[in-house]
């Protein structure tokens, strides 16, 4: 398990829609997730978020200049640290040994 979100939203996905219907081309099956995705994203509260819709969430986020609850969550780590605020690089490898 590498990310949680990806993780619930894909099981969600699978148990409600790809399970659940048999598509009768790649047209069908574009317009039928993409219809999923929007009440997805649109109609249904998640509990994470404090029961709000993820479009709700967002607009807030925009209209507040807010950041992301835990977005350490989000982002993969980097292979090494970046260097302190106003080291070059070429100072921080010398001093690094």
């Known amino acids: 398990m590498q990310n949680g979100f ?3 939203f894909n099981g969600r996905m699978r148990d409600e829609l790809l399970n659940e ?3 009768f081309g790649l047209d069908h099956a574009r317009t039928t997730i993409a219809e999923w ?3 997805y994203n649109r109609s249904r509260p998640h509990s994470a978020i404090g029961y709000i819709t993820p479009a709700a969430y967002a607009a807030n986020l925009t209209a507040t200049d ?3 609850r835990n ?3 989000l ?3 980097s292979v090494a ?3 302190p ?3 070059k690089p070429a100072e921080a490898l010398i001093a690094a040994g």
Do not use: I, K, N, W
């Open 6 to 8: 990806c993780e619930s």
């Open 21 to 23: 219907t048999l598509f």
């Open 37 to 39: 995705a929007d009440d």
């Open 66 to 68: 807010d950041r992301l």
């Open 71 to 73: 977005p350490d969550q």
């Open 75 to 77: 982002r993969r780590s």
């Open 81 to 83: 640290h970046p260097a």
């Open 85 to 87: 605020y106003g080291v």
